[in-house]
């Protein structure tokens, strides 16, 4: 095949357009009839893969996939789910990923549209400069593209280096998790450690955000040594980096740091929910969204960093329900998103102290936490030296319009 040298981007596009109707790259044999052959040609230039054959359909798309990775943060996802490489999105029609990304965003569908097309001239015009400066004799062969679902080797090196930065995490450092506690009159009797059928964990209020945080921590460092603790067990002050799980409602830990802190959760009685106060935003109160059957739509992740001058990293997670606290978890530990967060937040604080409030949901039983870099926190504060916290970030406006709405 020899490649067209009048090969226009709006060829290109054409091919895409073509490329991330129905299944996309989830079928990747889609690339031979949605691709024209002078776009393939292009693509495979200065390679002896024979076309339309096994080979070609490999190399055309890991061509497509390292030309996506090329894109910036804020058109890559758009591309990615029109393509269908995205599990949270991934179905059979265009319709159907666009109107999914569009309902994670809180925007509309035309809107997911907009982006996406605008997103795709974008690649066009990475693949058809591609390697163009390049005599066609000293081109390397791409690697053969990643098996789907799994992630690319250097991507996931980034968002390993990503997580140990932000969570602070050495090797060879000590971790102690403190997670809430059932009040003793709401425990079950196998809480106790007189009941022969006792069990520890029986006790803690947060278990699904404990057993995620142990989960990823193992993944990303695996040198790292990790405690858990309930409020009541923990009198330890030496470790590197201290978790705390769970509101100050059920968590006295939590409780121990609020004077620092530039919000607080109202207490309200079992039962009720206990909204977040910001007393500097005069008195800005947030709260769990409900429908009219009571059903949750969304509760409030509330993260924060606090340094200690003797060296510990205390990480408070909070929610005014448990699905803010996992919430709160999943912000900074899932995946590549939850490495993009993480890198946004240290763009705008360095190393210094914050806390971070968004919005958390449960869809289908999937606790669902935007990447922050595709839509903004609702607050960031943030302090150096144990000064006052300063507003960074602040786009609560948006949860108040909802919640005055309804």
């Known amino acids: ?61 890991s061509i497509l ?15 990615e789910v029109d393509l269908n490489l995205v599990p949270e999105h991934r179905y059979a029609t265009l319709t159907e990923r666009q109107e999914s990304l569009a309902r994670l965003l809180k925007c509309a569908a035309k809107t997911v549209r907009r982006h996406a097309d605008r ?7 990475h693949l058809i400069a591609a390697d163009q400066a390049q005599p066609a004799s000293t081109r390397q062969r ?25 969570w602070r995490l050495a090797d060879g450092s000590r971790v102690d998790i403190v997670c809430s506690e059932i009040p003793d009159n709401e425990r079950p009797y196998y809480a106790s450690p007189a009941d022969r059928n006792y069990l520890r964990y029986a006790k803690f209020a947060d278990l699904d955000s404990l057993i995620y945080l142990r989960t990823r921590f193992a993944q990303i460092a695996p040198t790292v040594t990790i405690r858990d603790f309930a409020p009541s067990e923990y009198y330890n002050t030496q470790a590197d980096a201290l978790v705390v799980v769970g509101g100050p409602p059920w968590n006295a830990k ?23 106060v910001v007393p500097t935003l ?54 590549e998103r939850g490495a993009r967060s993480a890198r946004y937040v240290a763009d705008h604080v360095d190393q210094d102290d914050f806390v ?51």
């Open 65 to 79: 996939r390292r030309a996506v990775d090329q894109l910036a943060d804020d058109e890559r996802l758009y591309v």
């Open 1 to 61: 095949m020899v490649s067209s040298p009048s090969l226009s981007a709006d060829q290109v596009k054409d091919s895409l357009k073509r490329l991330r109707q129905g299944h996309g790259l989830a079928r990747p044999t889609s690339v031979l009839n949605a691709l024209s052959e002078p776009v393939r040609a292009h693509l495979t230039r200065g390679t002896d893969t024979e076309p339309s054959s096994p080979s070609e359909v490999t190399l055309v798309v």
């Open 356 to 406: 971070l409030i968004t919005e958390a949901r449960r869809v289908g039983g999937i606790t669902d936490v935007s990447d922050l870099t595709m839509v903004n926190p609702l607050l960031l504060l943030t302090r150096r030296n144990n000064e006052p916290f300063t507003t960074v970030i602040d786009n609560t406006n948006r949860y108040t319009a909802m919640q005055a709405a309804r």
């Open 254 to 276: 939590y409780r121990e740091f609020l004077p620092q802190l530039p919000f607080y959760f109202e207490p309200h009685p079992l039962g009720e929910d206990d909204p977040l």
């Open 142 to 166: 791409p690697s053969p593209a990643p098996v789907p679902g799994s992630p690319d080797r250097e991507s996931t090196a980034k968002s390993s280096e990503a997580f140990l930065e932000f």
């Open 282 to 335: 005069s008195g800005l109160t947030l709260g769990p969204r409900w429908t009219e059957r009571q059903e949750l739509l969304e509760d409030l992740a509330v993260f924060t960093r606090l340094t200690l001058a003797q060296g510990t990293t205390v990480f408070l997670l909070g929610g005014c329900l448990t699905l803010g606290v996992l919430g709160a978890a999943h912000c900074f530990l899932e995946g």
């Open 119 to 125: 997103a795709l001239d974008t690649l066009a015009y």
